[in-house]
């Protein structure tokens, strides 16, 4: 992936890694657009990064969605990247849920349609640029599932699977699909404190970044990167290693 001269539309890119994927963009020479619904957040992030570009939309809506996609092509034409990044997490017990529906499936709205559907509204303006690429954020968890969590572990199970066919359509047409693929990072992800025994997010960062400079498609860290390299057995040792402290 050519890290620089690119225009680049970043999804949940206020805070943690996201944050850390859109200032290593516009390091190395990219227009960085970071979108999130917090407009205090997006605009913390514009204060200690006065290059990077916001944009307040909630992935989580439809409207919101194509009206994202509208403003950006129309306001940056040059725009050829779209980084899918922004997710949620959430701890249920399916035995005894404390949520109702509407709550649980925003999981699923925030980690699998919003970028399914955002790459869709995408790629008719991405065809038509050079360096064009999709980037999907996963979860070392869509490999082997954190029983925890267990409507985010399939819903970065399906979004790695879509990635795959995903790149395998745009193929002919020109538009790289990129997977990155992120252990527990010390991040708030699913609230301040929960992964705080997670990698350093500099580290995860500048390591992704690099490897996908030298051309990989899918690219792990640490653990995520054993899991996505496991075979069928090495993976269920970890599902019942990971599921039974």
């Known amino acids: 992936m050519n890290l620089s001269t690119n225009t680049i539309l970043l999804t949940g890119g206020a805070s943690g890694i996201g944050l850390a994927l859109a200032v290593r963009f516009l390091q190395a020479g990219s227009t960085v657009i970071i979108v999130g619904r917090r407009a205090e957040k997006l605009a913390e992030a514009q204060q200690r990064y006065p290059g990077l570009i916001t944009r307040v939309a909630d992935v989580a809506d439809a409207a919101e969605r194509a009206e994202l996609v509208r403003w950006a092509t129309a306001t940056y034409p ?94 002919p047409i020109g538009v790289s699909v990129l997977e990155i693929v992120p252990p527990a990072v010390n991040t708030d992800l699913g609230g301040p404190g929960l992964h705080t025994f997670g990698v350093n997010v500099d580290e995860f ?41």
Request: hydrophobic fraction near 45%; proline fraction near 4%.
């Open 205 to 245: 960062a500048d390591s992704i970044v690099a490897r996908l400079a030298a051309g990989e498609q899918e690219v792990g860290f640490g653990t995520s990167e054993q899991a996505r390299l496991a075979s069928r057995a090495e993976l269920d040792e970890r599902f019942r290693m990971m599921n039974n402290r």
């Open 78 to 171: 040059q725009l050829n990247v779209l980084v899918n990044n922004a997710g949620i997490q959430n701890r249920v017990q399916l035995a005894a849920p404390d949520a109702d529906w509407d709550h649980l499936r925003q999981e699923i709205v925030i980690n699998v349609e919003a970028p399914i559907h955002l790459s869709t509204l995408l790629i008719p303006h991405l065809r038509e640029q050079a360096n064009a690429a999709i980037v999907n954020v996963t979860s070392g968890l869509s490999f082997a599932p954190a029983a925890f969590a267990p409507i985010y572990s399939a819903t970065k199970a399906a979004l790695h699977s879509f990635t795959l066919s995903l790149r395998h359509q745009l193929q």
